[in-house]
C-alpha cells in the first residue's frame, strides 16, 4: 500500500471533519519514498514513508493545498496541518529514531522560513534533503547546508 493511500485510510477511519475533507489523491509520495529507501528505514520502510508524508501534508496545508486533506475552510486546513505533524512526529518517536525527529523538527522550521521568505525552490530542497536524511541519515555537508538556509534571509 502507498503512503497516501493509508494515509487518506488513516484519516477517514479517524471520522469527524477532517474525515470529511479527505480526498483520493493522485500524487505518488515520492519524498515518503525517498526517506522509506535509506539504510535507517530499513524494516520499517511503510512507516518511515507514511511520517514522512503526513508530516509534509502538515505542511503543505499550512502553505498551501493538501493532496489528501482538500478545504475551502482555511480555519480546518490549519488544524489539520497541525494535527498531521503531530501525527508525522508521534509515528516516529514511536520507531525511537530522535535523530530523525529533530531532523524533521529542523524541516518543518526552514521549510516556513523559506516560505515566509517567498523561496518556494529552497523549501522544496529542505524538504527533499530532510526526507534523505530521515531515511538514510545527513550527507557531510548537510549541517553546512541547513545553516547556510538559516542565513538566507538575512541579506534580504
Do not use: F, N
Amino acid at each position: 500500500m502507498r503512503a497516501l493511500d493509508r494515509l487518506t485510510a488513516e484519516l477517514r477511519e479517524g471520522g469527524g471533519l477532517l474525515a470529511g475533507a479527505v480526498s483520493p489523491g493522485d500524487e505518488d509520495g515520492r519524498l515518503g519514498a525517498v526517506a522509506a529507501g535509506g539504510d535507517r528505514a530499513a524494516g520499517h520502510e511503510l512507516e518511515y514513508a507514511l511520517l514522512v508524508e503526513a508530516i509534509h501534508e502538515g505542511y503543505l496545508l499550512h502553505y498551501g493545498a493538501g493532496r489528501v486533506v482538500r478545504s475551502d475552510d482555511p480555519d480546518l486546513c490549519l488544524l489539520a496541518g497541525d494535527r498531521l505533524y503531530a501525527h508525522g512526529l508521534a509515528l516516529l518517536a514511536e520507531l525511537g529514531d530522535l535523530e530523525a525527529v529533530a531532523e524533521l523538527a529542523d524541516v518543518i522550521s526552514l521549510a516556513a522560513q523559506a516560505h515566509a521568505e517567498d523561496d518556494p525552490e529552497r523549501a522544496r530542497a529542505v524538504w527533499e534533503a530532510g526526507a534523505r536524511a530521515v531515511g538514510a541519515g545527513p550527507r557531510p555537508d548537510h549541517e553546512a547546508t541547513k545553516a547556510a538556509w538559516r542565513g538566507a534571509g538575512s541579506s534580504v
